[in-house]
């Protein structure tokens, strides 16, 4: 069982909608990430927050919108999606954005644009 | 950008024979990770390497930092079925913004019973 919640599991939208991925920990982690996977290919990076505060976004389009509401809790919102954009979105956490601390990631949200 | 060389892409074994994989980098490395990922689930963290030359278990897995800090392998002895899946490294580049990861393309493992 995984430590890190992601829901939902899976998500239909249409080019025109506004949904919202959520991601949880109780592991007390301070840092918190959003990575994109399509099938068969290693995670990237989208975003990266440290102690609530952005710290990393990697020139992704502004229809991803992420949100750190607190140091449990990361959103990511969506809205006017493209085909491209189908795949599955992980979320992980570390004790504190450093070279020494693992992430962890939860199972994902499978994501389809219709 | 920095990448990770992982092999090989695929490897289609046995049951109980014993599983080699491996990764090297252009670049210094300080953190060097090993993930499992099976369908439908997110990487589960199999093996955390820190030190140069440093030899870690678990279970039916050993992984070792290299001594150049530029690669690391995963060896997996008398494999399962349940070891099927997509295996990667990934790891923290001396040059990189804090725990920022760098993964490997990814190895997929298929296991004949």
């Known amino acids: 069982d995984t430590e890190v919640t992601q829901t939902p599991k899976h998500l239909v939208m249409g080019m025109t909608n506004k949904k919202s991925l959520k991601c949880e920990q109780h592991?007390?982690?301070?840092?918190m990430y959003w990575y994109k996977q399509k099938a068969k290919k290693p995670p990237e990076l989208m975003f990266v927050?440290?102690?609530?505060?952005?710290?990393i976004n990697e020139s992704v389009p502004s229809r991803f919108s992420p949100e750190c509401p607190n140091s449990s809790l990361l959103n990511l919102h969506l809205h006017a999606l493209q085909p491209e954009d189908s795949a599955l979105y992980l979320c992980a956490s570390s004790q504190a954005f450093r070279i020494n601390q693992p992430q962890h990631f939860g199972d994902g949200t499978r994501l389809s644009i219709l | 950008g920095q990448q990770l060389n992982q092999s090989p892409q695929s490897m289609f074994i046995q049951e109980g024979e014993d599983v080699s994989m491996n990764c090297t980098s252009s670049s210094i490395f300080n953190t060097w990770l090993w993930y499992k990922q099976d369908p439908g689930e997110g990487p589960v963290l199999l093996i955390a390497?820190?030190?140069?030359?440093e030899l870690t278990s678990n279970g039916r897995l050993t992984a070792q930092f290299g001594i150049t800090r530029k690669d690391s392998f995963l060896n997996i002895s008398a494999s399962i079925p349940s070891d099927v899946g997509i295996y990667f490294c990934?790891?923290?580049?001396?040059?990189?913004?804090?725990?920022?990861?760098?993964f490997g393309q990814g190895t997929e493992l298929s296991v004949k019973p």
């Open positions: 592991m007390g982690h301070r840092a």
């Open positions: 990934a790891g923290t580049a001396l040059y990189n913004q804090g725990g920022k990861l760098i």
């Open positions: 927050y440290s102690y609530e505060k952005l710290s």
């Open positions: 390497l820190y030190k140069a030359g």
